[in-house]
């Protein structure tokens, strides 16, 4: 009796000091565990300001300091966050101004995530602030949640600088969740989404493709137009996890220019060393006008710099960069097929697989059979870490699944010397 009730209480402890979603910071047994960082304090206290929709006793208070740009806090959880299919966040928040916006970010074991909220609206009223991250790159390894109100502006440490927010919350939204894209892009998919945020006047779209040739005969391209005065337009496209350069630097896109001479900037970005010029970059040129051409970008250059890296999760495209557009045909190019070159000096990374697996989604054991030996498989994650590998030395081949987390997986199958790679869903 007396074990099981050490037992019990140690239960009960480790469940009262748990910390997990959703947060109302209104247990006088569990402990908060904010970490401050760049002059940011946080501080559990009473609620001033006891009002509207929230009417709880205790709220989180979070003051940048005197002339802290990029202060903020984060709280710890006790377990990664499972964003499979809840993507809905929401924050009460307080501010003593209108229109600035809170960024809530996750960090962790994995790639970090983030979004930047709409301003809030009013000044001196709690509000409900939510963040949808269903079109975004996540992952359900990071169990810490960072708060920075009004990134980028200098605080003074005084009333306009001391934010509220309570009540964090997670839920499913209405809209689907989107099924990223991978290398390599070929803009066929009927469902992969191929998320593109344009910028600087950029406009981009997939549509049809308007000169097919023995080039390039794909169906869909996709196509980008610097608008009128616009120097740096671009668009970037959110990619499902972390791209891998660790064995292949080269990447080939195709084009089409209306002009020959103009220059496509590809750029990798995402990373959390990107703040700190983690982002890397190249360009080409287009020698041809008015039909296809595939360009090379090679990141082998040991004078590149920054040099590359495996954490960036994003592409950028600029056409013509730091020449103004017009808008018209002489400032709409199209691009297609991205992908990691084929050379054979390189492992092609994320290729067509010839190894079939199932089932996908996967629960409990993964299946894999191919057409010939399979001499090895390994199991990555979407941050490139290699989590299970086998040496099978078969045509067939089950991986035990019931282990892993919820989330996306690759599996690279080496069959003849040549590594084939898949994509399945842990659920």
Known sequence: MKKITSIAFLLI??????????????????TYPFTDFDGGVATKIGNPQISGINTSKTVMQLVKGPGAVWAGSKITLSAPVDLTTDRIFKVKVFSPVAGIKLLLKFEGAGSFFQKLSSPITTANVWEELTFDFSAEAVNNLNNQIVFMFDFGTVGDGGPNSTYLFDDITQSAGTAPILALPILPLDFESNTETYP?????????????????????????VVRIIKNPGETFAGSVIQMAGPIDFSTNKIIKVKVWSPVAGKKLLLKFEGSPTDFDGGAFETDAIVTKANEWEELTFDYNSPTLFPPVNNNDNKIVFFFDFGTQGDGGPNSTFYFDDVAFSANPLYLPSFANSEANIYPNPVSNQLSIDANREIQKVSIYNLLGQEILTKSPKSNKTTLETSGLQKGVYITKTTLDGKVSTSKFIKE
Not at 20 to 26: A, G, K
Not at 196 to 220: E, H, K, Q
């Open 13 to 30: 402890f480790s469940i009262g000091f748990a910390q997990n979603l959703p947060l109302d910071f209104e247990s006088t047994t569990r």
């Open 196 to 220: 593109f945020t344009d910028f600087g006047g950029g406009a981009t779209t997939i549509i049809s493709n308007p000169y097919p040739n023995a080039v390039n005969s794909s169906s869909n």
